[in-house]
């Protein structure tokens, strides 16, 4: 079992920066992929980004390449999300999730566009908006 807690979600102006923060608590030393979606109001969830946390191997999706960046600290057993240069877009609940297994980037990149986790945190709040 894996435990996902968010925090760091607020109400930020368009240009502005985040850190999102998910904690993990469990099974951490077994081999986890970590994902950070989102889902704005009257949308479908999409994905933002995925990290091997064995390796530290990342994937991002293309909304999103060049101003989020995804982290971990394995001694803190949390995962981060920077988000800079924020855009009205990126407003939604954004979830930590987690799966177990050996995850080759090949690999880490098909679970972080299927969404297909086993594990989801309950969400902390972004938005931007001037």
């Known amino acids: 079992q894996v435990q996902l807690v968010e925090s760091g979600g607020d109400l930020v102006q368009p240009g502005g920066s985040l850190r999102l923060s998910c904690a993990v608590s469990?099974?951490?030393?077994?081999?986890?992929?970590i994902g950070w979606f989102r889902q704005a109001p009257g949308k479908d969830r999409e994905g933002v980004s995925c990290?091997?946390?064995?390796?530290?191997?990342?994937y991002y999706f293309d909304s999103v390449k060049g101003r989020f960046t995804i982290s971990r600290d394995n001694a803190k057993n949390t995962v981060y999300l920077q988000m800079d240069n924020l855009k009205p877009e990126d407003t939604g609940v954004y979830y930590c999730?987690?799966?177990?297994?050996?995850?080759?980037?090949?690999?880490?990149?098909?679970?972080?566009?299927?969404?297909?986790?086993?594990?989801w945190g309950k969400g902390t709040p972004v938005t931007v908006s001037s």
């Open positions: 999730a987690a799966d177990f297994g050996a995850f080759p980037l090949g690999r880490l990149v098909r679970l972080c566009v299927s969404g297909d986790m086993d594990y």
């Open positions: 990290i091997n946390s064995s390796d530290g191997s990342t």
């Open positions: 469990g099974r951490t030393s077994e081999y986890l992929a």
